[in-house]
């Protein structure tokens, strides 16, 4: 019986979520499996993997091949590399001591990377909600400086209305002449 360690779909449309599994190659992709390994959410930035490396160990010990997602998925948790590490183990290569001391100095090296990438995406995400928090008061401030611009503009339309409807108009010099007086001037002047 043939078995590969692939990837089984769960989740809703456009959100979907994997468990990783052991199963014949012959099952359907959603359908019986022989074993579940871990899962896998790619909604998350980074990825969440949970992997049992051991289990996975075990099984490509036995024989089973994974897929081309399961593979990549393997190596990143370092399963593919436990792997190697016990075969060389087995072949009198290494101890038990100096290939666990081996794995556990890659997994701390990995666990760096890793948070350094959420600090990155993190610092990221905070610059670009200050960059927008930034242009929001601009675009506040330019708000009200036109509400303001169009109340002094209505102040004054309404302050010229007042004084049309009073019988006065504004003259050159600033002072204000009854309509009847404005009209004895231009006779005067003509």
């Not at 979520?17 to 390994?37: T, V």
């Not at 242009?135 to 302050?159: D, F, M, T």
Request: proline share 4%.
């Amino acid at each position: 019986m043939p078995v590969k360690i692939r990837l089984q779909r769960h989740g809703k449309k456009g959100k979907p979520f994997y468990w990783i599994i052991a199963a014949d190659s012959r099952a359907p992709r959603d359908g019986r499996y022989l074993d579940k390994i871990g899962i896998y959410n790619p909604n998350t930035n980074p990825a969440t993997i949970e992997l049992d490396v051991d289990g996975a160990v075990k099984w490509l010990q036995n024989g089973a091949q994974p897929t081309d997602t399961a593979r990549a998925i393997l190596s990143y948790k370092g399963a593919l590399l436990k792997n190697h590490l016990v075969g060389g183990v087995r072949k009198g290569a290494l101890t038990e001591e100096q290939a666990e001391t081996k794995f556990q100095s890659w997994l701390d090296e990995k666990e760096g990377s890793v948070s350094a990438k959420k600090e990155g995406l993190s610092k990221e995400q905070e610059a670009a909600k200050q960059k927008a928090f930034e242009l929001e008061k601009e675009a506040n401030a330019k708000r009200e400086a036109v509400a303001k611009e169009a109340l002094e503009a209505e102040a004054k339309s309404q302050e010229v209305e007042a004084e049309a409807e009073a019988g006065t108009q504004p003259t050159d010099d600033g002072g204000a002449a009854t309509a009847e007086e404005a009209a004895a001037q231009e006779k005067k002047e003509a």
